[in-house]
């Protein structure tokens, strides 16, 4: 696609659920980025990908936190046991291949944990 | 601590008017982009710095590089209501290839 692809836009999930959201980058990009967003606060980073390897997590803020890009394309990031304090905008973007080509965001996934 | 500070946290502003929005660092960056974001959509890019001292124009919009490549600030010269949003920079440290965030500044430009 043109664009960044975020699925699904919203989802509201109850306290201890499991939770996967999915971001399609461009074909053919090679960085992957996933960041966290409070209300009225900037993205916070969470980890980052080069094509299918993980080479920064330190930003996931648990062990509750996982995401994979097996095939270097499509990425998933999954929230085990979600708690209250999950509740934010999960933004992923994808860059050709570093900053010097600027990075593309999707327009996010809104998780509420009730 | 937040690598990349923003000021202020909060700009309300009338049309006409200009205004300058400061992102600062103890840390070096190899690039730094600024980025506007509007309610409910993902970060949108303005421009990317790259050379120290860089000076960059985008219309109504002015984006400098500090010389040691610690710092940047966005002018907007004749500030308009569509003007209105979140302003975000980010930067990438050097032999990093990640990308961090400021917390961002929030425009309001009142008709």
């Known amino acids: 696609g043109a664009g960044v692809s975020q699925s699904p836009r919203y989802k509201v999930a109850k306290r201890g659920q499991d939770v996967a959201l999915r971001c399609d980058p461009i074909?053919?990009?090679?960085?992957l980025f996933w960041y966290q967003q409070a209300l009225g606060q900037g993205p916070e980073f969470l980890t980052y990908?080069?094509?299918?390897?993980?080479?920064?997590k330190s930003g996931l803020p648990s062990d509750r936190f996982f995401a994979e890009r097996p095939e270097g394309s499509v990425s998933t990031l999954k929230i085990q046991r979600t708690q209250q304090e999950d509740s934010a905008v999960y933004l992923c973007?994808?860059?050709?291949?570093?900053?010097?080509?600027?990075?593309?965001f999707g327009s996010g996934t809104r998780l509420t944990v009730v | 601590t937040q690598l990349l500070e923003q000021s202020p946290q909060f700009l309300s502003i009338q049309e006409g008017e200009n205004l300058t929005v400061y992102c600062n660092s103890s840390?070096?960056?190899?690039?730094l982009q600024w980025y506007r974001q509007e309610p409910g959509e993902g970060p949108v890019l303005l421009v990317t710095?790259?050379?120290?001292?860089e000076v960059k124009k985008l219309k109504r919009l002015t984006f400098q590089f500090g010389d040691a490549r610690k710092d940047s600030s966005l002018h907007i010269t004749a500030a308009q209501p569509g003007d209105t949003g979140l302003y975000l920079c980010?930067?990438?440290?050097?032999?990093?290839?990640?990308?961090?965030f400021g917390a961002g500044t929030r425009l309001t430009v009142k008709p």
């Open positions: 973007a994808s860059s050709l291949r570093g900053l010097y080509y600027g990075y593309t």
């Open positions: 074909s053919g990009h090679v960085s």
């Open positions: 990908f080069q094509n299918e390897a993980q080479l920064d």
């Open positions: 840390s070096v960056f190899s690039s």
């Open positions: 710095v790259v050379t120290g001292g």
């Open positions: 980010a930067g990438e440290k050097v032999r990093d290839n990640d990308m961090r």
